[in-house]
């Protein structure tokens, strides 16, 4: 473990770096735009912009890497990233931020999944979980901690985003200068969301409405924040606590869900998270903002993790990686609804719309996963459940990673055999 450390220094450095920028980025975009007068339909409509970009980085990057290489690509994306930063400094309209979001959600999925491949080429199977488990504290950690930069006294207006195109720039830095040697990369097969979907309804389904649930707190909180009263400060620092909450409970929930149905979690979560926006709803008071969405956090964002955990104990090894890029997509498009109605729905219904937003996703997830458990039994072999980071959640490139090293036991053997599902319709 410790030899993967030293090996792999550069590149956690690197992570590190740019997901602190990500974080500050993401929530100073949404607290400066609200203090520069950005309605909350702009403000929805230019962070949306980020999963459209992941959209097209998700499927193109791959490409790119087998093309030009994990540096050269790495380099390449970090450096676009550090460009969006410096425009969001030198322009102050919507229109222009909105192609900068859309700029950096192109960049950052690649940035993952560079990294997740090439931790898990470099990993031996024995230390791949904990290699990964500090890829994930950077996941967590990282964000938190450029979420919590959004409080620094910034008297001109521009220093955090200066120090945003510094963090993103030097982030390419360390893996520059060191000596790591790139692994070997071929682009993975994909799996089409409909036969995903006759694998496992349940995960289709539930990544779409529940990744739209967590973007939609994640991204109004600070807005919801300030209009509660709080300063930039305060409501940076509640996003903080939220973000931390949801790190803390995500090992103890993937401990459970390996010992039991994973469909009884996903309803505890979901009911959880339900009855918490519902008390928010009925009580208003600012002094309940961190608190409730603490726990929503808590209750949503793992949930991710037991979808994509409970399709692959459905799926065959070699599965795996192409339902892994379906999952990232149905992840983006929920993400993408997300941020458009979120932000939105904060002044509605006497300023609970975001809460009731918040209920409709709980019960339904819950819903969904009560009726698939109603109609079909639980898969007999189960995998490992993998926590995943807030903003990273880049899962693609953990499996992505796997592809190749599968492919080269499967050239070695003379070839894979036919891949079907184990458990169809679960």
């Not at 792999?8 to 990500?22: C, Y």
């Not at 425009?87 to 192109?106: K, Q």
């Not at 009726?371 to 189960?382: H, I, K, L, N, V």
């Amino acid at each position: 473990m410790k030899r993967a450390l030293i090996d792999n220094w550069a590149l956690f450095l690197g992570m590190l770096l740019l997901m602190v920028g990500n974080g500050l980025l993401v929530t100073l975009l949404t607290i400066r735009g609200s203090t520069l007068g950005f309605t909350d339909l702009e403000i929805s409509v230019m962070q949306s912009c980020y999963p459209l970009g992941a959209l097209a980085g998700t499927m193109l990057t791959p490409l790119l890497i087998e093309k030009v290489g994990h540096i050269r690509v790495f380099s390449a994306l970090a450096s676009m990233v550090s460009v969006a930063a410096i425009v969001h400094l030198l322009t102050s309209d919507p229109a222009s931020w909105a192609a900068m979001r859309l700029l950096a959600g192109f960049c950052f999925p690649g940035l993952y999944v560079i990294t997740e491949s090439w931790l898990n080429a470099k990993s031996e199977n024995r230390i791949r979980a904990q290699v990964l488990s500090v890829y994930f504290i950077i996941q967590t950690a990282g964000p938190a901690l450029g979420t919590a930069m959004v409080g620094l006294p910034d008297p001109s207006g521009n220093l955090l985003f200066g120090v945003t195109s510094i963090l993103l720039s030097v982030a390419i830095v360390p893996l520059l200068l060191s000596n790591i040697r790139a692994p070997d990369y071929s682009a993975p097969d994909r799996m089409p969301v409909k036969r995903l979907y006759k694998v496992s309804p349940m995960t289709v389904l539930g990544i779409v409405i529940m990744g739209a649930g967590v973007v939609a707190w994640y991204i109004s909180l600070p807005l919801y924040a300030l209009q509660n009263g709080f300063s930039e400060a305060q409501a940076s620092g509640a996003l903080v606590i939220a973000l931390i909450a949801s790190a803390l409970v995500q090992y103890p929930v993937g401990w459970l869900s390996d010992r039991t149905d994973r469909r009884y979690v996903v309803i505890a979560l979901s009911g959880i998270s339900a009855l918490v926006a519902l008390w928010m709803a009925v009580d208003t008071a600012p002094s309940r903002i961190v608190v409730g969405f603490s726990v929503i956090a808590a209750t949503t964002l793992p949930i991710y993790s037991i979808l994509a955990a409970h399709a692959n104990d459905q799926l065959q090894p070699g599965q795996v990686v192409p339902a892994s890029g379906t999952m990232a997509f149905l992840l983006q498009l929920g993400q993408f609804f997300g941020i458009l109605i979120g932000p939105n729905m904060i002044r509605l219904a006497d300023g609970r719309g975001l809460q009731y937003l918040l209920i409709g996703v709980g019960v339904t997830v819950a819903l969904i996963a009560i009726a698939r458990r109603a109609t079909s039994g639980a898969p007999e072999d189960t995998g490992e459940f993998q926590a995943m980071g807030v903003i990273g959640v880049a899962q693609p490139g953990v499996l992505q990673a796997e592809s190749w090293l599968e492919g080269e036991e499967a050239s070695a053997s003379g070839g894979r055999a036919e891949e079907t599902s184990k458990f169809p319709g679960n």
